[in-house]
């Protein structure tokens, strides 16, 4: 995460702030493909959830139900601190805290063994993406010159997107290559 200082607004008009050119860096390249693989790997649990909720846990569908649902909860619980914390410690803590917060979440889906631990650490995975998101969000919008702000923001929101859209098919994939061992 070594250089993701964002810098000042460029003044509009400024030779930065003319459009997609402005906008390009390395550091912003990063923080779009980080979003995206990050996004691709939260949600190419979404098979493969209902599926181990039943074969695995032997739950039906109203655990199925609060299972896939419980990340929304962490996230809509934490994203309005997380928007202040941000704003106060900086959006590298949001970027790097939410990305490990949920890569544990994640790991300790391959430790469940009952549905009410998985229902928690869905909760706790909905936490850090919800961290990730504002984070990356906002940093993307740091990075860029005043005037392309937005163009910024759909930039990172198609990265994040890309993810939304392709996790589950790796989902999937991985699910019928390799099974739930």
């Given amino acids: 995460m070594r250089g993701l200082t964002p810098q000042p607004p460029q003044p509009a008009g400024s030779a930065a702030g003319s459009g997609s050119a402005g906008i390009v860096s390395p550091t912003f390249v990063l923080v779009g493909a980080s979003a995206m693989l990050f996004w691709l790997g939260v949600n190419a649990t979404l098979p493969v959830?209902?599926?181990?909720?039943?074969d695995e846990l032997?739950?039906?569908d109203v655990?199925?139900?609060?299972?896939?649902g419980s990340i929304a909860i962490g996230a809509?619980?934490?994203?309005?601190?997380?928007?202040?914390?941000?704003?106060?410690?900086?959006?590298r803590l949001l970027v790097s805290g939410g990305?490990?917060?949920a890569?544990?979440?994640?790991?300790?889906?391959?430790?469940?063994?009952?549905?009410?631990?998985?229902?928690?650490?869905?909760?706790?995975l909905g936490v850090g993406q919800a961290a990730l998101r504002v984070g990356a969000?906002?940093?993307a919008v740091d990075?860029?010159?005043?005037?392309?702000?937005?163009?910024?923001?759909?930039?990172?929101?198609?990265?994040?997107?890309?993810?939304?859209?392709?996790?589950?098919?790796v989902g999937e994939w991985v699910l019928d290559t390799w099974g739930f061992d």
């Fill in 103 to 124: 890569s544990l979440a994640l790991l300790g889906h391959l430790l469940v063994t009952s549905g009410a631990l998985l229902f928690v650490l869905r909760v706790v």
């Fill in 143 to 169: 990075l860029a010159p005043v005037e392309p702000r937005g163009e910024a923001t759909a930039y990172t929101l198609v990265a994040m997107h890309l993810g939304i859209g392709s996790g589950p098919l």
């Fill in 99 to 101: 990305a490990v917060l």
């Fill in 58 to 60: 032997g739950g039906g």
């Fill in 49 to 54: 959830l209902p599926r181990f909720v039943r």
């Fill in 76 to 91: 809509s619980v934490a994203r309005p601190r997380l928007g202040r914390l941000g704003d106060r410690r900086g959006r």
């Fill in 63 to 68: 655990l199925v139900g609060l299972v896939v």
């Fill in 137 to 139: 969000s906002t940093f």
